[in-house]
């Protein structure tokens, strides 16, 4: 069965400071693997996808997104955080047949100025 | 293009009531899936619908049940309500099932039950 896990609940990081979110999942063969992000009282924004290729991804809003299949991970970065990234971010996983999406836990992200 | 629509924004419910939820999907996409976000949690696998036909399924129990119309909207309900269906129900269409498949979400139906 594929699985997710965000490690870290709750993230405190100052503006203009890099942001790391780390993700890892457990899936039997090539995932594809995605990262959302949800502000309070909404629906949740794709920020980047992986299904193939070049490991390293580049998404919405200056974010990127590294698959390490040895590591079994799927990190998310920015180099420098505005206070508009403060939102729970969810990294989902999906297998190749039907839609089943799986999402972690999430990881509240608080920008302090 | 329109993206995803849901309505209504907000519901309130008594336990043992029944609940429909809809969902308008993005234009050009045919497929629609249903998650269940409780407070402080990730969203949770209800069904997907795929050319009004049930496509998969998550660990619900039946009296969670949907719909998915020939313009491939889709209804969500949920029948003898009880207070932990209280959470964020987020609908998202997609283009195909299966493969390289990405969902695109709504803003969600918050529904307490009281």
């Known amino acids: 069965a594929q699985s997710v896990t965000q490690p870290d609940i709750h993230i405190t990081v100052s503006e203009g400071a890099s942001l790391e979110l780390r993700c890892n999942y457990s899936y039997g063969a090539t995932p594809y693997l995605f990262w959302y992000v949800q502000s309070p009282g909404q629906g949740l924004q794709l920020l980047l996808k992986y299904f193939s290729g070049d490991t390293l991804v580049q998404g919405i809003k200056g974010f990127e997104a590294e698959f390490k299949r040895s590591q079994s991970s799927f990190n998310l970065r920015k180099p420098s955080v505005h206070w508009s990234d403060a939102a729970e971010y969810f990294c989902?996983?999906?297998?190749?047949?039907?839609?089943?999406?799986?999402f972690g836990a999430g990881t509240q992200v608080v920008v302090t100025p | 293009e329109t993206g995803v629509t849901q309505s209504p924004t907000h519901l309130i419910k008594t336990r043992g009531q029944q609940v429909t939820l809809r969902c308008s999907s993005q234009s050009g996409h045919n497929t629609v899936s249903w998650y269940q976000q409780a407070l402080g949690q990730g969203p949770q696998f209800i069904f997907q619908?795929?050319?009004?036909?049930?496509?998969g399924r998550g660990n619900f129990p039946p009296r969670f049940s949907g719909l998915q119309f020939p313009n491939y909207s889709s209804e969500l309900n949920v029948n003898a309500l009880e207070l932990d269906d209280s959470a964020l129900y987020l609908c998202?269409?997609?283009?195909?099932?299966?493969?390289?498949?990405?969902?695109?979400f709504g803003p969600g139906t918050r529904l307490l039950v009281l």
């Open positions: 989902a996983v999906k297998g190749d047949s039907w839609g089943k999406f799986q």
């Open positions: 998202a269409s997609s283009s195909g099932a299966g493969g390289r498949e990405t969902q695109y």
């Open positions: 619908y795929y050319r009004e036909e049930e496509n």
